[in-house]
């Protein structure tokens, strides 16, 4: 009964990525774009937490943990871009 949720819950997600990347491509403007790039990492995330789950192991944590932690850097790291022009600022007068 668990192994037929897991699956339906990994199609669901596979068609959520589909979504994301239609309008990482499609998006009307770069932050819409952005948002659907967070979106896909995450959903991978939830995916490799039900295919751990799926396989009964938690070898997968660190893998999720990482990708959390890349994902949210690079969504700040282009917030700053688009806010400022600049990823990191230097304060030295050249």
Do not use: W
């Not at 239609?22 to 932050?31: A, D, E, N, Q, V």
């Not at 995330?45 to 690079?74: D, E, H, K, Q, Y």
Request: charged share 15%; with cysteine; net charge positive.
């Amino acid at each position: 009964m668990i192994e037929s949720l897991l699956i339906v819950a990994l199609c669901f997600l596979v068609l959520s990525i589909l979504a994301a990347v239609y309008r990482l491509i499609k998006g009307p403007s770069i932050p819409d774009r952005v948002q659907a790039l967070d979106n896909i990492g995450v959903n991978i995330i939830a995916a490799i937490a039900i295919i751990s789950i799926f396989m009964r192991t938690s070898a997968f944590f660190s893998v999720m943990l990482l990708l959390g932690i890349l994902s949210f850097i690079g969504t700040i790291a282009f917030a700053r871009f688009l806010e400022r022009g600049k990823v990191i600022e230097s304060d030295r007068n050249e």
